[in-house]
């Protein structure tokens, strides 16, 4: 709709933002600890995980340092395959819940078992 600035966010910007709500999750660090270290409100972080708010080369490398993964890490399994899933598809509270759960795991043993048992059924026919 022409001068309509309700736009859905970029796919691009969604996956961006789930993969920096992954890593935040996976430090089990608080989008309020993030947004201090960024020097932002955790309202700009909550933004940046949804796609709301595009992120730009500054204040992506300033996360990748805060986060300690590289760059490049916002857009792996990003790609123009065809059979990827699209991000929006997936219902972040329950990647966000299966991370956490994960990660509560204590045992080494277990957890390998665990990501064992998601590999076997990530190739399993439909």
């Known amino acids: 709709?022409?001068?309509?600035?309700?736009q859905?966010?970029?796919?691009i910007d969604r996956h961006v933002g789930a993969r920096l709500r992954r890593r935040r999750i996976e430090?089990?660090?608080s989008q309020s600890s993030l947004a201090s270290r960024l020097g932002v409100s955790f309202q700009a972080v909550q933004k940046y995980e949804t796609g709301a708010v595009r992120l730009s080369a500054s204040r992506l490398f300033?996360?990748?340092h805060a986060l300690g993964?590289?760059?490049g890490y916002?857009?792996?399994g990003y790609g123009d395959a065809p059979t990827q899933v699209p991000s929006e598809t997936v219902d972040p509270r329950a990647e966000a819940?299966?991370?956490r759960g994960y990660y509560g795991i204590r045992n080494p043993a277990l957890q390998a078992d665990v990501r064992r048992l998601i590999a076997t059924l990530g190739d399993a026919p439909d």
């Open 97 to 99: 819940a299966l991370l």
């Open 74 to 76: 916002f857009f792996e």
């Open 1 to 6: 709709m022409p001068g309509s600035n309700a």
């Open 69 to 71: 993964v590289a760059p």
């Open 8 to 11: 859905a966010p970029h796919p």
């Open 27 to 29: 430090l089990r660090a």
């Open 62 to 64: 300033d996360l990748a």
